[in-house]
């Protein structure tokens, strides 16, 4: 059987299971409830946090026919249409790929012809700071006088890229980061459901872990219950989360520095093989990064790091065998990685490129 990860499986489907980010829900519903939909809403805040999903709920509430406390029914002929993949009326644009101005004059194009079978057609920009500038101006036209048909989701991470032509134009909903507790409380239903086992501290561990994002705590809960064939130890956990395993990231550097090819791609190997999770792998390895230029050049280094002695010894150490120049770009390439892993479908080929790209020192092109 195919195995769905968890955070696919479970996204919200109505407002009532959106977690953490009250503050939005609740004004959506009574917006819907009484019929006061805006034509532009901007949706930003951390990645896995619920932009999407609370826009796809949006979309089909404001075009459900009985509506339940502003959430949609989802068994109305118009939420039961707007629930397939590919429905005409909502329309998901990723503008990191379609950032040109012809894209968004295409979409001018389209917003002219009425919903088929809805009340509205709900267009979902995500990432919409990767626009040029001359898509932005585009859109802004858009912006302005958008058909009564139509409703814009504009959903970006990073809202301070966004001009202030478009800020202005937009109702904006700042996402929160979800508390541990909250994420604990998500986890533990989504750990019933699935009859996965896990006692109290170890679903604070993985919480923790989640740093605030849904989807990450849940990806990292998918890997640790799929390594403990769903009965959850703490010991398990801890070694999965690699919190505590200073030897293999001591390694991996080691071997960075000495720009053995072979042995950084057995080491990953291993690391896949005992099913840690190569995202939080590669966030360890820029924190490493970062203690270690931490080591090398501040005069109390351990007040910062707070290690315990031997440990710290040892990040001494390993840290004056390197210079700083090559700290610092193993901080970036591995930070500028993290968020490709989340969704790259070859992980451990990502992560392979990056440490080698990262060891050699080619220049990294951002697009
Ligand atoms: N607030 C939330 N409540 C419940 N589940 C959530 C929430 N946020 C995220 N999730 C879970 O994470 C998955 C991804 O969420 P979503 O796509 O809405 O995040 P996003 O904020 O759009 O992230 P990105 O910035 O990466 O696009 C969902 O399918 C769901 O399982
Ligand atoms: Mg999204
Ligand atoms: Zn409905």
């Known amino acids: 059987m195919e195995h769905i990860s968890l955070y696919r499986k479970y996204r919200p489907k109505t407002f009532e299971e959106v977690i ?7 004004t959506l519903q009574n917006q819907v409830m009484a019929g006061h939909i805006g034509h532009a809403y901007l949706f930003t805040g951390t990645r896995g ?26 068994k109305c002929e118009n939420c039961l249409n707007l629930q397939k993949e590919n429905d ?14 012809d894209d968004v004059r295409e979409i001018r194009e389209k917003v002219k012809f009425l919903p088929v079978g ?30 009564a048909h139509i ?12 001009p202030q032509t478009i800020l202005s134009r937009c109702v904006r909903f700042d996402f929160h980061l979800v508390s541990v507790e909250d994420l604990m409380k998500h986890l533990r239903k989504i750990f019933d459901k699935e009859n996965i086992e896990c006692d109290e501290e ?23 219950a799929s390594y403990c064939q769903n009965k959850i130890t703490k010991e398990e956990t801890l070694k ?11 390694t991996f550097f080691d071997n960075l520095r000495d720009r053995e090819v072979g042995n950084i791609l057995e080491l990953i190997d291993k690391i896949e093989k005992e099913g840690k999770n190569l995202a939080v792998f590669s966030k360890d390895v820029s924190k490493h990064a970062r203690n ?37 770009r193993y901080m970036q390439v591995f930070s500028s990685a993290e968020n490709e892993l989340r969704y790259t479908l070859s992980v451990r080929l990502l992560l392979e490129t990056t440490a080698l790209t990262a060891m050699l020192g080619f220049e990294v092109k951002k697009n």
């Open 118 to 147: 809805a009340k509205y057609k709900v267009y979902i920009i995500d990432e919409v700071h990767m626009l040029t500038d001359s898509a932005f101006n585009a859109l802004l036209k858009t912006l302005e006088e958008p058909p």
């Open 151 to 162: 409703i814009f989701i504009l959903a970006t991470t990073e809202v301070h890229k966004l």
């Open 202 to 224: 170890s679903l604070k561990l993985i919480a923790t872990a989640g740093e605030g994002s849904v989807r990450d705590t849940l990806s990292i809960a998918d890997s640790i």
């Open 240 to 250: 999965i989360l690699g919190t505590t395993d200073y030897e293999l990231i001591l």
């Open 292 to 328: 270690l230029l931490v080591a090398k050049t501040c005069n109390d280094a351990n007040k910062i790091l707070n290690l315990p002695d031997d440990v710290y010894e040892k990040f001494k150490i390993q840290a004056d065998s390197f210079n700083e120049k090559d700290l610092i």
């Open 20 to 26: 953490g980010q009250d503050h939005i829900t609740k």
């Open 49 to 74: 946090t619920g932009k999407t999903s609370i826009a796809k709920i949006l979309a089909r509430a404001v075009n459900c026919l009985n509506p339940i406390n502003g959430s949609p029914c989802g």
């Open 88 to 101: 005409i009326n909502i329309i998901e644009i990723d503008a990191a790929s379609n950032n040109k101005v």
